[in-house]
């Protein structure tokens, strides 16, 4: 069952989404009922969206929308706002008392129960794999692979090593761009088939068209996000966005899809997926309407 925040709530039902360009427009009303609470929680139909209202998130944002960032620095500020993203996303984390000893006396404590599954969307979910595992260090990881063609903006899944069966697990998938969507609806359309239904979606950026397409394919899904920023280019990039995130964590990429495609195999329970990819029960899931000079064009990261 979904818990309701006590931040703001504003209702983006009370006003319709235009549609501009083919993609739905968010209003822009609405200003934070109290700037002091580290968030703000919008609702889209069913959907959550969290906004992490916070200087020091604000701060790392800037950081990473900055096109003169390094690779190390933006890395570095992904890493620190990934764990505020968390941080905020686990607020009403499952947990039980304890009773521990400090080296003064006895005390109660707290301790997390079921802890996510995280799942990072390749190759920039990569870079908020290691501070989500540092704040939740008894979770375990699958991942998900998805390139996008750079003609079609369409989404080519080429991995997927997920445990089989999610049903009555919490599963927290990292991207941090949330553009068209596409990927982002494959990812969530592999758990929701696996049985998952308590999903939470963190990015750093988002755009009204991927939230969309989140709240058609998981409207009970939550999504936590450090801005909702106007909406895409031409080319399929958020504006403004802060460039191709996978390309300044780690440089230009390498993939391409010209590999014969293979049918999705059963990736393992437990703990064996949270191998790192490329492991022997990997296979890979590809759309059928992905034509084979699709596959062999060059495919740009995820969306």
Not at 154 to 163: E, M, S, T
Request: hydrophobic share 40%.
């Amino acid at each position: 069952m979904r818990r309701r925040s006590a931040f703001c709530d504003f209702d983006f039902r009370a006003t319709r989404p235009e549609y501009t360009n083919g993609g739905k427009a968010f209003p822009a009303g609405g200003q934070a009922c109290q700037r002091g609470f580290a968030r703000s929680l919008y609702t889209l139909d069913q959907m959550d969206v969290c906004v992490i209202d916070h200087p020091l998130a604000a701060a790392r944002l800037t950081v990473l929308r900055d096109e003169r960032t390094d690779t190390a620095g933006f890395r570095a500020a992904l890493r620190d706002l990934t764990l505020m993203l968390v941080y905020e996303a686990s607020r009403d984390a499952p947990r039980k008392s304890v009773r521990i000893r400090t080296p003064v006396a006895a005390a109660a404590g707290t301790r997390l129960v079921n802890p996510p599954l995280l799942v990072p969307v390749l190759r920039a979910g990569l870079g908020m794999v290691d501070p989500a595992q540092a704040a939740l260090p008894e979770a375990e990881v699958g991942f998900v692979g998805v390139a996008r063609d750079e003609q079609t903006h369409r989404p080519v899944p080429y991995l997927a090593a997920l445990p089989d069966k999610l049903a009555g697990r919490s599963v927290m998938v990292l991207d941090p761009m949330l553009a068209t969507g596409g990927s982002m609806a494959h990812t969530l359309g592999l758990l929701q088939r696996r049985g998952a239904t308590d999903i939470t979606v963190l990015c750093v950026v988002a755009a009204p068209e991927g939230l969309a397409a989140v709240g058609e394919t998981a409207p009970d899904a939550r999504v936590f996000t450090a801005a909702v920023d106007k909406g895409l280019n031409k080319a399929a990039y958020i504006v403004p966005g802060l460039g191709d995130a996978g390309d300044r964590q780690f440089g230009p990429n390498l993939f391409t899809s010209s590999a014969p495609s293979r049918p999705e195999a059963p990736a393992g329970r437990g703990r064996a997926a949270a191998k790192m990819p490329g492991r022997r029960s990997a296979r890979s899931e590809s759309p059928s309407s992905t034509s084979p000079s699709a596959r062999s064009r060059k495919a740009a990261p995820p969306a």
